[in-house]
């Protein structure tokens, strides 16, 4: 599967930013999908995931309340709505898809990544 993030850009603090990632390939709809992000010097860390019907989500606590994961299998793309975004949220942003069950590996996603990598969009949050 081929992943292309795109909706990055430069915003205030407080704004607001919607993020999509569009996936090639027809098994879309059976893969898990997620957004991690990496900040300059930082390590890569995790944003959010979804699983494959979009019945089951999870966040970092860091994003819980502001930021929303979605996705639409019919256009086989999922998206990262990003409320009430603070300057510390600047990083290139990563869409990533995984094929594996979702109840065995979701809880390894912050530690171990997904399978799948897109290229990062920048998000750019200023104070």
């Known amino acids: 599967v081929q992943l292309q993030a795109s909706g990055g850009g430069l915003v205030q603090a407080g704004g607001s930013l919607r993020l999509s990632c569009a996936a090639s390939?027809?098994?879309?709809?059976?893969?898990?999908m997620g957004w991690f992000r990496q900040a300059p010097g930082k390590e890569r860390e995790f944003v959010a995931a979804?699983?494959?019907?979009?019945?089951?989500?999870l966040y970092d606590e860091s994003v819980k309340g502001r930021f929303a994961i979605s996705r639409d299998n019919a256009k086989n793309t999922v998206y990262l709505q990003m409320n009430s975004l603070k300057p510390e949220d600047t990083a290139v942003y990563y869409c990533?898809?995984?094929?594996?069950?979702?109840?065995?590996?979701?809880?390894?996603?912050?530690?171990?990544?997904?399978?799948?990598w897109g290229k990062g969009t920048q998000v750019t949050v200023s104070s």
């Open positions: 979804i699983n494959w019907s979009g019945g089951s989500t």
């Open positions: 390939g027809r098994t879309f709809s059976s893969y898990n």
């Open positions: 990533a898809a995984d094929p594996r069950s979702w109840t065995v590996v979701a809880g390894t996603y912050a530690r171990d990544g997904m399978t799948f």
